[in-house]
Structure formats: C-alpha cells, structure tokens
C-alpha cells in the first residue's frame, strides 16, 4: 500500500487534537467544577439570606451629575469627556442634546450612535463612565442623624453601607444589625436586600458592605443588643462618636440621682451627697463611650445598701418599645468582667436597686474600694471627745475608726456606750445604742459601718453628770454668798 503524503497524516493529527480539545472543553462546561461554585457563593449567616453586593456597572442608570467619555471610532475631533445636565442629555458635536436619562451605559452608546448615523456613515460609538454622580440616599432606624445624605463618589466604586451609617454618625446600641434593609428601585419595581452586617464585623469580609446606589432608602431596626456584641458594636468604625454629649438619668441607691449629661471623659466621684464630675471631658482626645460606671461615679457614687448584683438599664430604642437587662456590677468587681458594665447611649436611665439585706463586712469593704462608691462619707461626732464636730472620712469607715478620729474620749465621756442617730431614706431616724470596743471589728451590732450624715453622740459619764448637777445647784448659793460678802469686801 502506497503510502500517504504527510500533509494529508498532519491532518488526522490535527483532526483528533482537535476532537479532544472539543471534547476537554464540553466536559468542562457540562459539569462545573466545585471550586468555582465555592468561590462564587458568598458566606452567609445561618437561616439568613443575605444578598452578595452588586458589583455589576451594566445595571446602572445615568443621570444628571455623571462624567462620561465619548469615544468614535476614527473621530478624535468629535470625542472627549461630557457630564450629563441637569435635564439627562449630553450636549454632543455635530449632532447636540441627546437624553441618556435613566440609560445603562450599553443603551446610551446605542442611543448615541443612532444620533451620529444621521450625521456619519456607520458611526462606531464606546461610552465609558469616568466618575459616577453623587447619590442621594436616605436612612432612618436605630442611627444617631436618620436623615437623607448626599455622599459623592471621587473614584468609580459606589459609596458603601458602613459610609453612610459613619456619614448618620454612628448606629446605636439598639440597632440590629443582622437585619439590614437596603430598599432599592428597579425596573421591575421595589427590591428589598436584607445585609448582615455582623459578618462584617465578625469576619472582615467587605462583601457584605454593599455598595449603594442613587436613590436607595436604608433601614435598620431594633433589638436588644447582648452584653458581649455590645462591645463589639462600640468598637465598630461606624458606631456612635464617643466625643458626643449623652444625656442620661440615675435613679435609686446613688447620693445624687437625676439627669446628667457626660461627654465621654474620664469620670470621677467626690464626697458623698455631692455630684461627680468628668475629668478632662472637653479635650479633644478623649474617645470613651460612657458607661454604667461613669453614670454612677458623676452621680456621687453608690449607697451602702445599693443591690449591685440586679442594676437595671432602662432604654428606648427608636423603633421599637422599652428595653430593660440587667447588668451584675458584683461581677465586674470580683471578676473584672466588661461585660457587665455596658455602654449607654442617649435618654437612658440607670436604676440602682435597694438591697434587702445589709451587705455583709466583707462585701461593705469591696463596696468601699470600688471606683463607683464616693471618695469620703461626711459624719458628725458631737458630745464628749476631744475634737467634736464634722469628719470626712472613707467609705465604709466604722464607728471605732471615727471616735478616734475626734480625738477620742475626753475625761468627762461614758466610755461604754455611744448613741449612733442615723436618717433612713424613708425619712425615719434610728436611735441605736452601741456599746463601744475597740478591739471588735466591723459589726452591725458592736461596730457598725457608718453612712453619710450619721451622727455619734458621746454622752458625758455620771460621775460628770453628778458635778454637772452639782455646779447647777451650787452656781445660784455661790452668786447669793458672793453678793452678801461684796459690802464687806468693798469696805475691806
């Protein structure tokens, strides 16, 4: 058998080469790799459908304010940047205004080249958009400015979620954002996207920071917000600005309840009975949220019988009713738990329970030390001591520590016993005997702690009571002998 050219066998080869690429490349198409299916699927919360960000340009629409290229083939002369007017229409060479209002790019080229064919034969048209107008979006919900915002687009990219809510300055404690609702106008009508912004915050995936278009409405609604997200949320680039005044009120076992206003600074307590302050609260540096222990310091700090353990934060949320959790400031101080002492935003109102039973000594000592309770307690100790009158003492101080305060017993003092007088916040008075003994400890009995205003009356002994009765009776016989001897004293 006469054999074939060699032309005619590079053909088979080229042939069956050909018949196996087409057949890799069928293959390829018909069963999708599942890689590419993971890459392409965006992570979503569980039981939650959260819509990947449009990234697409072909879906967007022109309008007054949009930087545009022009390009026709061949045609420099007739080609440059244009901005949309104010009516939707670019004012072109040769042929004028032509309206690309509400066109995609791919809808304007068309439109443009149809204006030019009336002018040119078979004219080649490529739009490019250069810079994006700025978009008019609105927000409302648990945001600190809900409004309508106008954000400008330097570069080509849309302007993000987390832009407009830093833009709203800042969402507040109540805001859930696991429910995100970005309303947006389409062709076909309203389209709701549903964000989940903790993924953001949880993960760093920008993905889920969508990118906004002209005209999108923007709601986040309310929720009670965890003690643990609640730190993350204040730590977010788009929470509440810190350096803002807060008006809060603080009700219950504080010495100076009512509303306050706090600024964010660091905070500090005073005497009992006097309002705190903010230190530093009008530098710029200062960037601390408040917190429940800053509200209580600047009311005077807590009172002895104050239940730590059951505070309450009532708040208001913008929409939605009244929340109210519970924090444990016993937690806070024996465990150093931050949880427990969570951020408060604007009209909130923090309640400090009274406790039912009288603390024992050594939680009155934890009391004492802790950076909410008052600097110094004010007690009057009057009668017989060595230096009566007012005393500024610690906290927590007992009945022992300021007699010695005053100076301790004079000569004419009932060493045995002292009366201690103390107003009740129901308005009653306590009049407690306490035998004195200043080897006993704290006791509620021998030697109890004392509180503001409490009053220690050292009575005189009755050895002093006696002379005292005695110099009564003698005064009156001493001034008559005295008149009855003056005569004789004047002639003497």
């Known amino acids: 058998m006469a054999s074939r050219p060699f032309y005619l066998n590079q053909l088979s080869s080229l042939k069956v080469s050909s018949a196996l690429g087409l057949l890799v490349v069928a293959g390829w198409l018909l069963a999708p790799p599942a890689a590419a299916q993971t890459m392409q699927s965006l992570p979503l919360a569980p039981s939650r459908a959260v819509a990947p960000p449009p990234q697409a340009d072909s879906s967007y629409s022109l309008g007054a304010g949009d930087i545009v290229r022009v390009d026709l083939f061949r045609l420099p002369q007739y080609s440059g940047e244009q901005q949309v007017q104010a009516d939707g229409s670019l004012n072109l060479p040769l042929v004028g205004r032509v309206s690309v209002f509400n066109m995609t790019l791919e809808q304007a080229s068309s439109t443009i080249s149809n204006a030019y064919s009336q002018v040119l034969r078979r004219p080649i048209v490529a739009l490019t958009l250069l810079q994006r107008r700025p978009l008019t979006v609105g927000i409302a919900g648990e945001v600190n400015r809900p409004g309508a915002y106008t ?58 920071d969508i990118a906004l278009r002209d005209g999108d409405s923007v709601f986040i609604p309310s929720t009670q917000v965890s003690l643990e997200d609640g730190m993350l949320l204040a730590n977010a680039s788009f929470a509440a600005s810190s350096t803002q005044p807060v008006n809060i009120s603080v009700v219950g076992e504080v010495f100076r309840p009512g509303p306050y206003t706090l600024r964010g600074g660091p905070t500090r307590t005073g005497q009992a009975g006097v309002p705190g302050g903010e230190a530093g609260s009008n530098s710029s540096t200062v960037n601390r949220p408040v917190t429940v222990t800053d509200a209580i310091q600047v009311a005077g700090g807590i009172k002895p019988m104050a239940n730590l353990r059951q505070v309450q934060v009532r708040r208001f949320p913008r929409s939605g009713s009244e929340q109210v959790f519970t924090v444990d400031l016993w937690q806070l101080l024996s465990t150093g738990d931050l949880r427990q002492n969570p951020i408060l935003q604007e009209g909130d109102t923090v309640i400090i329970p009274t406790a039912t039973s009288t603390p024992s000594a050594l939680e009155a000592a934890q009391l004492a030390e802790a950076s909410f309770s008052p600097n110094t307690i004010r007690i009057n100790v009057v009668g017989e001591v060595k230096q009566s009158g007012l005393l500024e003492m610690p906290p927590n101080t007992s009945l022992n520590q300021a007699l010695l305060a005053a100076g301790g017993f004079n000569n004419r003092a009932r060493q045995d016993t002292v009366l201690l007088v103390r107003l009740n916040p129901d308005g009653t008075v306590i009049r407690q005997p306490v035998e004195v003994n200043f080897a006993e ?39 008559f002998l005295n008149l009855f001897t003056l005569p004789f004293r004047i002639f003497n």
């Open 151 to 208: 954000l400008s687009n330097e570069t080509t990219s849309f302007p993000t979620l987390a832009r407009l809510l830093e833009t709203a300055e800042g969402v507040t404690q109540s805001a859930d954002l696991q429910q995100v609702e970005v309303r947006r106008q389409t062709a076909q009508g309203t389209q709701t996207i549903t964000v989940d912004l903790w993924q953001l915050l949880r993960t760093g995936d920008s993905r889920y």
């Open 441 to 479: 400890g704290i006791d509620e009995a021998n030697n109890p702690a004392l509180r503001n205003n409490d009053v220690v009356i050292v009575e005189r002994s009755g050895l002093a009571g006696v002379s005292d009765t005695l110099g009564l009776v003698a005064d009156p016989i001493s001034r």
